[in-house]
């Protein structure tokens, strides 16, 4: 009767052992994704600010040439103006397969891709299942 106690309480504590475990590396885990994931967004950030600045001189620099061109250079800043409100109306009534569906792709891919060996967590939830099976 002591040995099965004993048993029962040694398998007691190596399950809380693999608990802990698995919630310990449930954290670490969901701390490299949010951190993978927060890198990404924050580098295309300061990409796409550097891009906006290029082309807002650029922008500036064209609507000054066109306005030249037409002797008035309010002209040329209405153009351009003009140029991008259409670009602005495509983009919103295109907004869900342009803009929002690309972006939660690659969030999903970030949170979803493994860094060892380019496999996803998916597929090694299916491999789990297989095994146990």
Same mark, same amino acid.
């Given at each position: 009767?002591?040995?099965?106690?004993?048993?029962?309480?040694?398998?007691?504590?190596?399950?809380?052992?693999?608990?802990?475990?698995?919630?310990?590396?449930?954290?670490?885990?969901?701390?490299?994704?949010?951190?993978?994931?927060?890198?990404?967004?924050?580098?295309?950030?300061?990409?796409?600010?550097?891009?906006?600045?290029?082309?807002?001189?650029?922008?500036? !620099?064209?609507?000054?040439?066109? !306005?030249?061109?037409?002797?008035?250079?309010?002209? !040329?800043?209405?153009?351009?103006?003009?140029?991008?409100?259409?670009?602005?109306?495509?983009?919103?009534?295109?907004?869900?397969?342009?803009?929002?569906?690309?972006?939660?792709?690659?969030?999903?891919?970030?949170?979803?891709?493994?860094?060892?060996? !380019?496999?996803?967590?998916?597929?090694?939830?299916?491999?789990?299942?297989?095994?146990?099976?």
């Amino acid at each position: 009767m002591e040995n099965t106690a004993a048993s029962v309480e040694m398998l007691y504590e190596k399950a809380k052992k693999y608990t802990q475990t698995s919630l310990d590396l449930l954290v670490l885990n969901t701390i490299d994704k949010t951190a993978d994931v927060l890198s990404s967004l924050t580098s295309r950030v300061f990409i796409a600010m550097a891009v906006a600045m290029f082309t807002l001189f650029i922008n500036v !620099g064209i609507s000054l040439f066109i !306005g030249k061109l037409l002797n008035e250079y309010y002209l !040329g800043f209405f153009i351009v103006s003009a140029f991008y409100f259409i670009i602005a109306a495509v983009l919103y009534f295109f907004k869900d397969k342009l803009i929002e569906t690309p972006i939660a792709n690659m969030i999903i891919d970030k949170l979803l891709k493994s860094k060892r060996s !380019g496999i996803t967590i998916l597929d090694q939830f299916k491999e789990n299942e297989d095994e146990t099976i």
